[in-house]
């Protein structure tokens, strides 16, 4: 007789069943018999563990493609870092592929023995990026935020990661208590002059690897969506010839940062000097296409970590 499954107790069932089927090879007919439930149950279980996130695959395989447009990429743009995942043709996920691969990066730097300063930025995908990450004890290591943490309305920002990083990478952490953007260039000195502001700032231009988002321009932009600019700001940025975005920080076509009134008010910290750090941008989609080739050729980034569709049309500009 196949029990009833109760609704307290079904994560547990799901992470029980993706764990059978995932990791020890099991058939649903296996998982039905050996969980004492249907076939049926016990597919949806395994779909379950999917969805909520329980079960995460990584695939270690090298795609001869993907290696191929890496090393292109590389060669082309002098990058110190770049992965090139598949592309899913018909996905509408602007994190999927890119979260996974850009945790297993995080995660190699975490698991360094040399004490190291990790700097990050914000975004959806690095909030994604960083929801994938293990449990890891790395004491040794200090996480420092790029971005401020504070919404235009003094909420904290929803997708500001360094407190998800928080959870899982148990190292000491230094936010950034700010907004993005301050009402200007003044108030930006002002604040940017408190001794624990100061002090982030100091850690920051230390970074020995930097991950950020890229964002692009635009009325849909995360800029605008999150309530940072108003539309006629962005739309007037566009006007003026801004291709990209990174924690804030506004660039042209050429990938160079404008002498702009909006660069003036972001409270942002300034990325670490390339020279010395790796600063890997995490990127894919059309809509970022030249926001991501912008990023490049002006070594914003020195390093990538995108999909198929992004590194072909990059090779071909």
């Not at 090879?25 to 969805?51: H, N, P, W, Y």
């Not at 698991?111 to 909030?127: C, F, H, M, N």
């Not at 001794?195 to 982030?200: G, K, M, P, Y």
């Not at 739309?235 to 920080?249: F, T």
Request: aromatic content about 6%; proline content about 4%.
């Amino acid at each position: 007789m196949a029990r009833k499954l109760d609704s307290q107790g079904r994560l547990d069932d799901a992470a029980r069943a993706g764990w059978l089927y995932y990791v020890a090879g099991r058939t649903q007919d296996e998982i039905a018999i050996a969980m004492g439930i249907s076939r049926q149950s016990a597919q949806r279980l395994v779909s379950l563990a999917v969805a909520e996130r329980l079960i995460k695959v990584r695939l270690d395989h090298p795609i001869a493609a993907c290696l191929e447009y890496a090393v292109a990429l590389r060669e082309k743009f002098k990058l110190r870092h770049v992965e090139v995942v598949p592309s899913d043709p018909d996905g509408t996920s602007s994190t999927v592929g890119i979260a996974e691969a850009g945790a297993a990066e995080i995660e190699r730097w975490l698991k360094r023995s040399d004490p190291i300063v990790l700097a990050i930025g914000t975004g959806r995908t690095l909030k994604a990026a960083v929801d994938q990450l293990p449990v890891i004890e790395c004491p040794q290591h200090r996480i420092v935020s790029l971005t401020g943490n504070i919404g235009p309305d003094g909420s904290a920002a929803y997708y500001n990661v360094i407190f998800s990083m928080a959870d899982a990478i148990k190292a000491r952490h230094y936010p950034m208590p700010l907004p993005v953007l301050v009402s200007s260039a003044e108030e930006r000195e002002l604040l940017h002059a408190q001794a624990l502001v100061r002090s982030t700032l100091d850690i920051s231009a230390q970074a020995d690897v930097t991950f950020v988002g890229v964002g692009e321009m635009g009325v849909e932009a995360p800029l605008c969506l999150d309530g940072f600019l108003e539309k006629d700001e962005m739309l007037a940025l566009m006007k003026r010839g801004a291709a990209g975005e990174i924690c804030g920080w506004v660039f042209d076509g050429d990938g160079k940062l404008m002498s702009d009134a909006i660069n003036e008010r972001v409270a942002s910290a300034p990325l670490p000097p390339r020279e010395a750090s790796s600063v890997i941008g995490i990127a894919k989609g059309k809509r970022k296409f030249e926001a991501i080739k912008a990023a490049v050729t002006g070594h914003q980034i020195n390093g990538l970590i995108t999909d198929e569709a992004v590194a072909e049309f990059l090779l071909k500009v």
